[in-house]
T-cell receptor, first 114, second 114 residues
Framework: AQSVTQPDIHITVSEGASLELRCNYS??????LFWYVQSPGQGLQLLLK??????LVQGIKGFEAEFKRSQSSFNLRKPSVHWSDAAEYFC????????????FGGGTRLMVKP | DTAVSQTPKYLVTQMGNDKSIKCEQN?????MYWYKQDSKKFLKIMFS???????INETVPNRFSPKSPDKAHLNLHINSLELGDSAVYFC?????????????FGSGTRLTVV
């Protein structure tokens, strides 16, 4: 079965600084990978996804993520964080043998210092 | 227009009561889901319906019963509510395979059992 680990529960960065949120997955074949953002009191919004092709994918709100098969990782990055980026971020994996089910990591809470 | 809407947004109820949460999507998607998010933000799938047919039924107490009157609606009925049922419940939908396109989430229903 597939699984996702987000090693960092909390991350604090200063506004304007760069950001990298880590995501490691476990799955035997090529995974289908997603990043979602959840603002307080809101549902989850899709930031970006990867399932084939270029391993560097661009998403909304200036985010990007890079798929590294050798490291089983799909880390999310942003070059300059804005205060409005403070939220909970979830990595998710879909597998070809899991039908339509996505498995989510435990989330990383991002706090932004002024 | 809200794509995936859930009602109510907040639900406070006493132990032992029966309650329902409703979900509707206007995206024309053919698959709908219920996820439970616990107090630590962990997201776990409960059910999935494809064109009114149950396709995923994870290990949840049988006090939880999903109902899909048509492919645009997926309701969740909970009998004999317990304190441990307190959580945020998210409805989501997808078109085709979720592993390619991901989910569109509703804004969640925060259930508090007292």
């Amino acid at each position: 079965a597939q699984s996702v680990t987000q090693p960092d529960i909390h991350i604090t960065v200063s506004e304007g600084a760069s950001l990298e949120l880590r995501c490691n997955y476990s799955y035997g074949a090529t995974p289908y990978l997603f990043w979602y953002v959840q603002s307080p009191g809101q549902g989850l919004q899709l930031l970006l996804k990867y399932f084939s092709g270029d391993t560097l994918v661009q998403g909304i709100k200036g985010f990007e993520a890079e798929f590294k098969r050798s490291q089983s990782s799909f880390n999310l990055r942003k070059p300059s964080v804005h205060w409005s980026d403070a939220a909970e971020y979830f990595c998710a994996v879909g597998a070809s043998n899991a039908g339509n089910m996505l498995t989510f990591g435990g989330g990383t809470r991002l706090m932004v210092k002024p | 227009d809200t794509a995936v809407s859930q009602t109510p947004k907040y639900l406070v109820t006493q132990m032992g009561n029966d309650k329902s949460i409703k979900c509707e999507q206007n995206l024309g998607h053919d698959t709908m889901y219920w996820y439970k998010q616990d107090s630590k933000k962990f997201l776990k799938i409960m059910f999935s319906y494809n064109n009114k047919e149950l396709i995923i039924n994870e290990t949840v107490p049988n006090r939880f019963s999903p109902k899909s009157p048509d492919k645009a609606h997926l309701n969740l009925h909970i009998n004999s509510l317990e304190l441990g049922d307190s959580a945020v419940y998210f409805c989501a939908s997808s078109q085709g395979s979720a592993r390619y396109y991901g989910y569109t989430f509703g804004s969640g229903t925060r259930l508090t059992v007292v």
